[in-house]
Structures are given as C-alpha cells and as structure tokens.
C-alpha cells in the first residue's frame, strides 16, 4: 500500500509563489457604483426600495420602476433618483421606463429585478381546484416579468461601451421557496425556481457580451408580503432560522446585492440568504 506523503516545503514554494504574482484587480476593472445608472423594479417597497437606498449611498443614480406610482414616487424622492410607473409583463411600458431612465441619468448598467407577487393555494382544496389563472398570473408576474426586464436590459446595454472589464450587471430575486415550496407554494416555488433556473443560462447567454447575471435566493425577510402578520407570528417565523434565530431584515439583502455589482467574479450564481433555513412543508 502506497501511503500519501505531504511536502510541506514544495506547497509552501507554491504558496508563495502564487503569493508573488497576486495581484489586485485594477479598480478601473471593477464596477463602482458611484455615478452609475441602476434601474430597480418593485423598487417602491420592501427589498427593492431598500436596495435604492443602499446603492444611492454609494452614489448610484437611481430609477425606481414599480406598479404602484405612489410608492414608486415615494422612494425615488427620498433617493433623489426618478420615479417609473410600469407593469413588468408590459414590454412597452418596460421599454418606455428604460428610456426614460436613460434620459434622466445615461445608459443603466445595473439592473436589479425586485418585482413580485406572492399567493398560496392547495391544488386541490377545500376552495376547490387551483385556478389556472392565479397560477399564470403568479408566473407573468415573477418569471415571464423579471425575464421581460431583464432581455430589454440586456438589449440596450449590449451597445453601451464596457466600463473596464464589464458593461453591466443583473440581479434577480428568487426565493428559498425555489428548493423547498411549503404547501400552497405551488405557483409562488414554480415561479421562483423558473429564475434559479435562467440564471446560469443567461449568464453563460450574456457572457460576450461581458453582462453578469446572478441571482438572490432570500429566505424569510421581513417585507410587505409579511408585514400583515402580527409581532408574535413574526417572531414564529423567526425562530424557524437557525441563525440568527430572526427574520431577515431588507438592508441585509441590499447589502448583498452591493456586493455582487462589485465583485466581478460573481457570475451565473444564485445565492442563499437565509440564515441556514430549509423550509418544512407548512
């Protein structure tokens, strides 16, 4: 039997060999995101509206594109960025609000894809069968929506010059729904699932064209889809997470999302943010 035998100087030689040529990426390659345009859908409330505020910080020029006027108002007053009305599965109106977005602060390098809606339904249940409709209009919303932003992004950024080593990047929402649906969760995981599965696909698409594409998978975050329920269900829920025993606060998500546009070897990954959480079925 031939034993495994370790050289402790040759992998120190190596080490400090790949010591030596280390290098730090040039920061003109890395993309910065101060005067840099971002556009964000469901960018009036929850993880979209704390994602402008986050990126604002850092100087970004901020387009807060959401179906609510109001809300969509609200934010971009408060980012000092602009206001779009727009339904996501409305490729006019999506079409319309990357222009005009454009106008107000040049060419959106960062796209992130915050819009969605959520529902719960057994398929078959006391209320009878699922509708076919509620599922489609969960799928519209969540898949068929952030792939309308995302292909119209992409289609006016591909004749941008790259800044650095890049022309842009896309970030989408999916969900720990994608992996472990609960009961009722049939359209909502479908739909989340759908973007875990185009991610990769459309960052191997967009490549060439140096446009990045990764995904964020949150676990259970405190959002307006949560905020109905009252302090001690919060509190359930939170104490679901492994750690931190808690809900998932929308800084923490925008944090992330800060982080993927500056770091350009994240590409074609979806990433948990869940505080190690596997959902149960109910």
């Not at 894809?113 to 489609?136: E, T």
């Not at 964020?216 to 109905?228: E, V």
Request: proline share 4%.
């Amino acid at each position: 039997m031939v034993k495994a035998r370790f050289f402790p100087s040759l992998l120190a030689t190596r080490h400090s060999l790949f010591a030596i040529n280390e290098q730090k990426p040039k920061e003109s390659s890395v993309m910065q995101l101060k005067d840099v345009a971002v556009l964000i859908t469901g960018g009036g409330s929850g993880l979209g509206a704390a994602t402008a505020r986050a990126m604002a910080e850092k100087g970004a020029k901020i387009a807060v594109l959401d179906q609510s006027k109001e809300n969509a108002e609200k934010v971009a007053a408060e980012v000092k960025g602009i206001a779009l009305h727009a339904d996501v599965t409305n490729e006019e109106q999506v079409k319309a609000g990357i222009a005009k977005a454009e106008a107000a602060h040049g060419v959106a390098r960062v796209l992130m894809n915050c819009a969605g809606i959520g529902g719960s339904q057994r398929i078959v249940g006391r209320d009878g069968v699922y509708p076919l409709a509620k599922f489609a209009r969960i799928i519209n919303v969540n898949l068929i929506g952030t792939f309308n932003c995302l292909r119209l992004f992409a289609e006016r950024l591909v004749t941008a010059e790259p800044v650095g080593e890049e022309r842009g990047v896309i970030i989408n929402t999916a969900s720990v729904a994608a992996y472990e649906g609960q009961i009722g969760q049939i359209a909502y995981s479908a739909s989340k699932g759908g973007i875990v599965g185009l991610t990769l696909p459309a960052a191997r698409d967009l490549a060439s064209q140096k446009i990045r594409v990764n995904t964020i998978a949150p676990g259970i975050f405190y959002t307006p889809l949560l905020m109905g329920l009252n302090e001690e269900a919060r509190k359930s829920l939170g104490a679901q997470v492994p750690h931190p025993a808690r809900l998932g606060e929308p800084p923490e998500y925008a944090a992330l999302a800060v982080h993927i546009v500056e770091n350009a070897m994240l590409n074609g990954e979806t990433i948990r943010l869940d505080g190690a959480i596997r959902m149960a079925p109910r």
